[in-house]
């Protein structure tokens, strides 16, 4: 039990508190990063020359969009309004391993909301890598084939990092939840990587080299996997 003006605040709260504040600092990171490296790959590689304008295609982005703000959000809401302790309701999705003591567990939590933090280098490189291509379900008028870093091991690694910062939320959280959108990100992450390469390979500039790249690296989000 700690101290501070006067006001109690136990462990638990301590750990919420760190969770929390680690959840917002990363999303509000993100949000400013993602801006402004839309900004620079529209300034250098220029609009975009074609883009799914399919129902399914629009569907899908905010799906995964919405699934992936959920845990995140949902979180911040139970443990803020009810003065940074996990309320009843969202403790029913907690996760539920008996072997690890308590103590134990709020480590592991602190130590998975400093990776979720850290996670902002992995989106930083990717995007870095990425440059002028980075856009959602088009191809670039100045378009190239990215092959290298993350894209040397797997097609989509933005995907990837994503994926990863739910499963860390899920020990932060010590909750169901961020899994649950992992499962319906997986979902439309599989059919918008499809649409994504399908656009790529229907560009006569993209086509002959991303078909190399794709034989060169088969794995799309996990290596070895899929």
Known sequence: MYYLAGIHISHTQTVEAIVAASTVVTLSRLVKKQRKWFKKAENDGGKTTD????????????????????????????????????????????????????????GIRIAAAVAFLGSVWCHEIILGELGKQFHFIAVRQNANVVSTGPYAVVRHPLYTTLLGQLAILSVAYWSWIPLAS????????????????????EDPTMRDAYTAYKSKVPYKIFPYIW
């Open 182 to 201: 992992f499962g319906i990100c997986i979902g439309a992450f599989g059919y918008k990587m499809a649409l994504e390469e399908r656009l790529i390979e």
């Open 51 to 106: 883009r799914s304008n399919t129902f399914m295609g629009r569907f899908v982005t905010r799906v995964h969009s919405y699934a992936i703000m959920a845990a995140p959000l949902s979180y911040l809401a139970a443990v803020v309004s009810n003065k940074f302790v996990q309320p009843e309701w969202y403790i029913k999705a907690s996760l539920n391993i008996p072997a690890i003591e308590a103590d134990t567990r709020l």
